[in-house]
């Protein structure tokens, strides 16, 4: 049982070494190329107007690509610290209110039309908003680039019961085949197989999640578009459960 377990360990170290291997190594690629042209110009006598052009455009390519490479360090740290939460009576309604502004451009270059049904009698949450934060921008991502062009997605806050915070986004895209959704919350899963991702975001997700003391779960069915389900622990909750 145990070398089982230790192969398993081995074979998950290696997805996640050739996975983070190549989607590092093609931003490194263009970030050396550009890093080149722009020596190359560089060298040149005069910097005429099209060549600044052509340096500027080479220079914002290597940050972009940069901070690609940040952002995948950055998704990998969280899975592998699972970091406890920094707790604070938040109101969740303004957690939804911030990540939405940062992916409402987004949004709009992919013609996302995003509909918020927040409750205003929302009971506060004992929660780390950053990392809530985190999630939520996850999924909405994901629903955004599951839609393509146009689309519909909806974030929903609701009290659900007595101690209990529901947080949802719903799209009205092409749903979640049944077989894939006990896979998708799983380390290096992940449907995007042509855009060479590492599939971290939601085993991120669920993981924060469950360090809050709540639930994640998907409900979708093909042509259905997908809906994913968080319920957290009202403030003061936490503490009476644990108890």
């Not at 081995?10 to 997805?15: E, F, P, Q, T, Y």
């Not at 190594?25 to 080149?36: I, S």
């Not at 799209?171 to 085949?177: F, H, K, S, V």
């Not at 993981?207 to 779960?217: F, L, Q, Y």
């Amino acid at each position: 049982h145990k070398g089982l377990i230790h192969t398993e360990k081995m074979a998950s170290l290696g997805r996640l070494a050739a996975t983070v291997a190549h989607e590092v190594n093609n931003p490194l690629f263009g970030m050396l190329t550009y890093a080149r042209l722009t020596l190359k110009d560089l060298q040149k006598p005069e910097l005429d107007e099209p060549t600044r052009a052509r340096m500027r455009e080479s220079l914002q390519v290597i940050e972009r690509e940069s901070r690609r490479c940040g952002d995948l360090m950055k998704n990998l740290l969280a899975f592998a610290r699972q970091s406890p939460p920094q707790r604070a009576d938040v109101q969740l309604n303004m957690v939804v209110d911030r990540a939405v502004k940062l992916v409402s451009h987004q949004f709009e270059l992919a013609q996302t039309a995003l509909v918020l049904e927040l409750d205003p009698a929302l009971p506060e949450v004992s929660c780390d908003a950053a990392q809530i934060q985190q999630v939520l921008i996850v999924l909405m991502v994901n629903a955004s680039e599951a839609l393509g062009k146009g689309g519909e997605i909806r974030v929903r806050t609701s009290a659900v019961e007595t101690g209990v915070v529901e947080l949802a986004v719903k799209d009205n895209g092409p749903g979640i085949a049944e077989d894939l959704q006990v896979q998708i919350f799983e380390p290096f899963f992940s449907t995007k197989d042509n855009q060479h991702r590492t599939g971290l975001g939601l085993a991120v997700a669920r993981g924060i999640v469950e360090r809050h003391g709540g639930t994640i779960t998907v409900h979708s069915k093909p042509g259905a578009g997908a809906e994913f389900v968080i319920h957290l622990p009202a403030r003061g909750e936490e503490t009476e459960r644990k108890a």
